[in-house]
C-alpha cells in the first residue's frame, strides 16, 4: 500500500473546467512537493508546502496543506491543454526513515 | 548548467546481463537519488547519496548497487537483469536533504 494515496488516478476533462486532485495519508509530513511529469521526461517540482494549513498559488494552480499536514488538495482552474500531464504529490515522513516517498499520481488529460 | 544528465536514455537487456546507468549533475548538489517508476504508477526510491563515499538503500534497493565517488556523478549498477526490472529510472539531486528533488531525463530500460 501507498504510505501516500492519490485521487482520482485517472482525468479527463474538458479545456475550461475545473478540477481538484487529492493527496491522503495517515501520518504527518513535515513537508509535501508537488510535481508535474510530462511523457518521456522527469518531474519537475510545482510547489512545496511546509505549514499546516498553507495555501499557495501558482497562476492558475491552488495548492493546500491540511491543517493536521496530513494531506493536500491542488486545484486547477480553467484548465488548459499544456496542464496535461502526471501530478505527483511526495512527503517526508519523519516517523518512516525521513526518505522522501511519492504518491501513485494522477493522470490528467485536458482536451481542447 | 545542463543540470542533471542520464545516459543512456534507452536499453534493451538480456536476463542476466549487467549494466551501469549513468548520472551526473552540474549543481554542486550534494544529496543524490536513484528512483524507478513503473507504468502508471509513482517513483520508488532505490538508493541515494548524502556525499561524496557516502551511499544508503532506499525502499527498492535488491539488484542494485550505487557507488559516490565524486559529488558529481552516481552511477547504479544492474548485476544480473532480471524483467522485474524493467522500468523507467530516474537520478536526481537536491540542495538540501530530501529538498526540491532535480530530475534528469531518465533511462527506460527492458529486459527480456
Known amino acids: 500500500t501507498q504510505l501516500l494515496e492519490q485521487s482520482p488516478q485517472f482525468l479527463s476533462i474538458q479545456e475550461g473546467e475545473n478540477l481538484t486532485v487529492y493527496c491522503n495519508s495517515s501520518?504527518?509530513?513535515?513537508?509535501l512537493q508537488w510535481y508535474r511529469q510530462e511523457p518521456g521526461e522527469g518531474p519537475v517540482l510545482l510547489v512545496a508546502?511546509?505549514?499546516?494549513?498553507e495555501v499557495k498559488k501558482l497562476k492558475r494552480l491552488t495548492f493546500q496543506f491540511g491543517d493536521a499536514r496530513k494531506d493536500s488538495s491542488l486545484h486547477i482552474t480553467a484548465a488548459q491543454p499544456g496542464d496535461t500531464g502526471l501530478y505527483l504529490c511526495a512527503g517526508v515522513d519523519n516517523n518512516a526513515g525521513n526518505m522522501l516517498t511519492f504518491g501513485g499520481g494522477t493522470r490528467l488529460m485536458v482536451k481542447p | 548548467n545542463a543540470g542533471v544528465t542520464q545516459t543512456p536514455k534507452f536499453r534493451i537487456l538480456k536476463i542476466g546481463q549487467s549494466m551501469t546507468l549513468q548520472c551526473t549533475q552540474d549543481?554542486?548538489?550534494?544529496?543524490m537519488y536513484w528512483y524507478r517508476q513503473d507504468p502508471g504508477m509513482g517513483l520508488k526510491l532505490i538508493y541515494y547519496s548524502v556525499g561524496a563515499g557516502i551511499t544508503d538503500k532506499g525502499e527498492v534497493p535488491n539488484g542494485y548497487n550505487v557507488s559516490r565517488s565524486t559529488t558529481e556523478d552516481f552511477p547504479l549498477r544492474l548485476e544480473l537483469a532480471a524483467p522485474s526490472q524493467t522500468s523507467v529510472y530516474f537520478c536526481a539531486s537536491s540542495p538540501i536533504r530530501w529538498d526540491t528533488q532535480y530530475f534528469g531525463p531518465g533511462t527506460r530500460l527492458t529486459v527480456l
Open positions: 549543481m554542486n548538489h550534494n544529496y
Open positions: 508546502v511546509v505549514t499546516g494549513g
Open positions: 501520518s504527518v509530513f513535515s513537508s
